[in-house]
């Protein structure tokens, strides 16, 4: 009720006390009876408040003088979604798991999702909805018979997650790789360790840590749970081990898992090696759940990813494209190159890359990406940015277009290279 939101952001609340299920801070995406939030960002929201009132919100929260309908008067609307999540929050009897690291949270996200799903009424994160921003509607958007709740949470500096835990306050933690993503922020890879571990010291007593045995730097915040810890990887010493693992023509990881509810072959839909890890914590995660082990990881062989991470389709000629163009950082590109480097093709191989941003070294940074596709003998078109150490190409379609059938490209850069609106063109 719009009185109820009132209450819990400590705002007025003018108009008729309506019914609201959910919220919505984009008038284009609004469904009917969802709350619109008129945010104050690069647009004003309050700017389409009458336009997500004909496409049926029931009621809006502003920082400014109502006019027409229902509306709930606040200071500030950002703090106060905020606040509405963490009294949503206190409302829900779900299982509330966290999820982060450098790189593959929003894969393992749709992983976990898919576990979780196998027995318990689950909902997550769209996209990437990971921010101060994004956490608060997921949470508020979550059915109220929710069992588990899968929130992805992203940082660029230190505190960040630790407030976004404040709001989710997860029973559950997972850390996926600790690597060089926003070190120029934070100092390094040591401070991307030390705010990724926010989320490890914000877990209950009761609650339950799933770490990466793969990664010293993950691995090193066992020391710091509060609570039992869960470790995953192809480590000897990881609690759920990744055994045999091979990849297929299109570089599909199939492994053994072996897991303290017993032993299962898994086979994913998604490309990439580093996915078996991303699948292994998912499936971790929901068997500590209560969910059947062989019902998780028949569900996450079915699984597929948020859009632009790992995508394997065909041009037009029939050349494989591998649209990564979500976001890049050194780890993450490493991981898809293995990947491109690994599919079986006896065409070219070629990598279509944009700027890694904020990185504290990336001169550095970008020389070893190059040093490694010459490696692995792949062909380097850079978009953009002349970091890699070749000139950059405004001719990249003209040349992906070029590829024959036996051929295969990745498509991969940070946000801001938008690589996104080239791989549309080619497939």
Not at 59 to 81: C, F, I, K
Not at 293 to 302: I, K, S, T
Request: glycine share 10%; proline share 3%.
């Amino acid at each position: 009720m719009a009185s109820d939101v009132a209450s819990a952001t400590g705002g007025t609340h003018f108009g008729p006390d309506v019914a609201l299920d959910g919220v919505s801070f984009d008038s284009r995406s609004l469904r009917p009876g969802q709350l619109f939030v008129a945010l104050v960002a690069e647009r004003d929201g309050h700017d389409f408040i009458a336009s997500a009132l004909s496409g049926g919100a029931p009621a809006y929260l502003s920082q400014r003088e109502p006019g027409s309908g229902t509306a709930v008067v606040v200071a500030d609307t950002a703090g106060a979604l905020l606040r509405l999540a963490a009294w949503a929050r206190q409302r829900l009897t779900a299982q509330v798991v966290g999820i982060t690291g450098s790189v593959g949270k929003t894969s393992t996200k749709d992983l976990a999702r898919a576990a979780l799903s196998a027995g318990l009424r689950t909902s997550a994160n769209e996209k990437s909805f990971n921010n101060e921003t994004g956490l608060p509607v997921t949470i508020l958007n979550s059915p109220d018979d929710t069992e588990a709740l899968v929130l992805e949470m992203g940082m660029r500096g230190f505190g960040e997650i630790a407030r976004l835990c404040a709001i989710g306050q997860p029973t559950i933690g997972l850390v996926t790789r600790v690597a060089a993503a926003h070190t120029e922020l934070l100092g390094g890879i040591e401070g991307v360790a030390q705010a990724k571990s926010e989320l490890v010291t914000a877990l209950p007593a009761n609650g339950l840590a799933v770490l990466n045995a793969d990664d010293h730097h993950v691995l090193a915040m066992k020391s710091l749970a509060a609570c039992r810890v869960l470790t995953f990887g192809r480590s000897a010493v990881a609690d759920v081990r990744i055994g045999n693992l091979v990849l297929d023509d299109l570089a599909r990881p199939r492994f053994d898992l072996h897991t303290p509810w017993g032993a299962a072959a898994v086979q994913l839909a998604v490309s990439g090696e580093h996915m078996a890890a991303n699948a292994a914590g998912a499936i971790a995660v929901a068997a500590s759940c209560g969910v059947n082990l062989d019902a998780a990881v028949a569900a996450v062989g079915q699984a597929r990813l948020s859009p632009w991470r790992m995508e394997i389709k065909r041009s037009a000629s029939g050349a494989i494209v591998i649209n990564d163009a979500y976001n890049a950082n050194p780890e993450s590109m490493r991981a898809a190159i293995e990947t491109l480097a690994s599919l079986r093709v006896s065409g070219r191989r070629v990598a279509v890359l944009g700027v890694m941003a904020e990185l504290a070294d990336p001169v550095g940074d970008h020389a070893a990406i190059a040093h490694l596709l010459r490696q692995r003998n792949i062909e380097l078109i850079a978009v953009g940015t002349d970091n890699y150490g070749v000139p950059a190409r405004n001719d990249a379609q003209a040349v992906i277009g070029s590829l024959a059938g036996n051929d295969a490209v990745l498509i991969k850069g940070s946000r801001v290279a938008g690589l996104e609106r080239l791989a549309a063109l080619v497939v």
